[in-house]
């Protein structure tokens, strides 16, 4: 999904509502939380430690990225 999908979605539901995030085992109901942060993610500037040559997690992820976080 690209930030304009989202806006748009989101520009559809009730302005007032709280958001809630679900991990990937959550069923329809459940929610693990409220997201805080939204964060743009560049990996030209990850460092030593952070980084997709070492962390199998960033390495199917693009060079530039958006993250909701709790």
Known sequence: MTVQELI???EKLP???QIYQ???DHGLYETSGKP?????IDKK???DIQNDKY???FQDTPKRYVVIRP
Do not use: E, P, T
């Open 22 to 24: 679900a991990d990937h």
């Open 36 to 40: 805080n942060n939204v964060i743009l």
């Open 8 to 10: 748009s979605k989101l």
């Open 15 to 17: 302005k007032n509502l």
């Open 45 to 47: 500037n990850m460092d």
């Open 55 to 57: 962390d199998l997690c």
